[in-house]
């Protein structure tokens, strides 16, 4: 089992263009998150998924999109990158709907570092 | 507000014992969990308190008081391979996670 995919596995970026971060997971969990992770911060939320079809904001979610169009998919888009989106992006997921016991544990994808100049 | 707060950095010698501390302040709390991450790599699932007291498995060990917001992690038996950040994060109640910045542990021989 792959668990979660992301790609790509590094990329730079020219200030100004767009770009999707691509996120894909396998375990047929509902819940899907994106994060950034910059040196010295935790991990800060910038948009989830609680299920196919719907999305919502996190902490930081602004210069960013997404979508969730399948349970396996959650596309990270940057319409128009800016230098303070350097950053190092973790794709997640959850089954927050798993039955006792241990709920809603977040499992990781190998992230994406994205720089932008 | 919320808060949760973690030592920056710790150093402990190879088979010592070391514990790691987190505070939290949230408008609430359902559940606190405890991620290891090595540089470079994803963060892997340790484990998840919701009721106060310790929580044992194998070598690490992980503590709650709810009064006190506050958590431990313990680390026993240290292996070289145990060097990496430990986060701490809390759910709220909801399901999305509040997280502090980490703790870089540094396993010295």
């Known amino acids: 089992t792959a668990g979660i995919t992301q790609a790509p596995t590094s990329q730079i970026l020219a200030a100004g263009r767009s770009m999707t971060l691509r996120c894909t997971q396998d375990?047929?969990?509902?819940?899907m998150y994106w994060y950034r992770q910059d040196l010295g911060l935790g991990l800060r939320l910038i948009h989830y998924?609680?299920?196919?079809?719907?999305?919502g904001k996190g902490e930081v979610p602004d210069g960013y999109s997404v979508s969730r169009a399948n349970t396996d998919d959650f596309p990270l888009t940057l319409a128009s990158a800016v230098p303070s989106q350097t950053s190092v992006y973790f794709c997640?997921?959850?089954?927050?709907?798993?039955?006792?016991?241990?709920?809603?544990?977040?499992?990781f994808g190998p992230g994406t570092r994205l720089t932008v100049l | 507000g919320q808060n949760i707060d973690q030592p920056t950095e710790m150093t402990a010698t190879e088979g010592a014992i070391v514990q790691i501390n987190c505070t939290y302040q949230?408008?609430?709390?359902?559940?606190l969990f405890w991620y290891q991450q090595h540089a470079g790599e994803a963060p892997t699932f340790l484990s998840y308190n919701v009721l106060d007291g310790l929580e044992e498995k194998g070598r690490f060990s992980s503590f709650l008081s709810r009064s006190k917001g506050y958590s431990y992690l313990l680390l026993k038996e240290l292996q070289m391979k145990d060097s990496a950040s430990y986060l701490c994060a809390v759910r709220e109640g909801n399901y999305q996670l509040i997280w502090g910045a980490g703790t870089k542990l540094i396993i010295k021989p």
């Open positions: 997640a997921s959850s089954d927050q709907e798993l039955a006792g016991g241990l709920t809603d544990t977040q499992y």
């Open positions: 949230t408008s609430g709390f359902n559940g």
């Open positions: 998924s609680n299920t196919a079809g719907t999305t």
């Open positions: 375990m047929r969990h509902n819940a």
